[in-house]
């Protein structure tokens, strides 16, 4: 019972910065951990990042540790994801997702609610 809009994707040479925001409808956004995933052309989507209902754990895939970092503000129904140092090999389409009284898992299966994605291009 969730719906979710993601913005702030866009063209970005390597060493750049982005700020993506997932803006969720409804009253029950605090009840779901939320995670980012990403998805190339030609390849499966994985994991990039999640976070507890309450912000106070994150989770980070490997090649982005250092560099993205996860937030929430449960006041306005946000979840941001800062991507700074950007490389080439992070462009793709980032959707978020909801997963309903979750901790912040990494598997996509876990999750029950998804955007439609925005778009990231990191120039080399």
């Known amino acids: 019972q969730v719906q979710l809009v993601e913005s702030g994707g866009g063209l970005v040479q390597a060493g750049g910065s982005l700020r993506l925001s997932c803006a969720a409808s409804?009253?029950?956004?605090?009840?779901?951990?939320m995670g980012w995933f990403r998805q190339a052309p030609g390849k499966e989507r994985e994991f990039v990042s999640a976070?507890?209902?309450?912000?106070?754990?994150?989770y980070y895939r490997d090649s982005v540790k250092g560099r993205f970092t996860i937030s929430r503000d449960n006041a306005k129904n946000t979840v941001y994801l800062q991507m700074n140092s950007l490389k080439p090999e992070d462009t793709a389409v980032y959707s978020c997702?909801?997963?309903?009284?979750?901790?912040?898992?990494?598997?996509?299966?876990?999750?029950?609610?998804w955007g439609q994605g925005t778009q990231v291009t990191v120039s080399s």
């Open positions: 997702a909801a997963d309903w009284r979750g901790t912040g898992s990494n598997y996509d299966r876990d999750y029950d609610y």
């Open positions: 409804g009253r029950a956004f605090e009840y779901y951990a």
């Open positions: 976070i507890s209902r309450s912000g106070g754990s994150t």
